[in-house]
């Protein structure tokens, strides 16, 4: 089993920044990719970006592409996410997730369907 605690959410004018932030904690040798996932009201979760905790992969979607970037030290310390340039519609519940599906060097991350563990989420909310 693996844990996962976020942080860092909160509420800024759009233009701004906040770091997120996802505590790992648990069997920290099987779990293969971690991200992160958003749900604003009415809409589908998407996946907003992740990476294969072995290296050689990194995952954004099309909409935060040059404004967001994750980034980890290793496979056992927190994971970030730097959310730059921050718009109205970024404003979501973001959830922080790990993958228990095996993975090598360069795998991609599949979807969230294949995203065993999640966090209870922290709020991000971008006023105009």
């Known amino acids: 089993q693996v844990q996962l605690v976020e942080s860092g959410g909160g509420s800024v004018q759009a233009g701004g920044s906040l770091r997120l932030s996802c505590a790992v904690s648990g069997d920290l040798n099987n779990y293969y990719c971690m991200g992160w996932f958003r749900q604003a009201p009415g809409r589908e979760r998407e996946a907003v970006g992740h990476?294969?905790?072995?290296?050689?992969?990194?995952y954004y979607t099309e909409s935060v592409k040059g404004r967001f970037t994750l980034s980890q030290l290793n496979a056992k310390s927190p994971l970030y996410l730097q959310m730059n340039s921050l718009k109205p519609e970024d404003t979501a519940m973001y959830y922080c997730a790990a993958s228990a599906k095996r993975k090598y060097y360069g795998d991609s991350c599949g979807s969230g369907p294949d995203f065993t563990f999640w966090g209870q989420g922290t709020q991000v909310t971008v006023s105009h």
């Open positions: 990476i294969n905790t072995r290296g050689g992969y990194y």
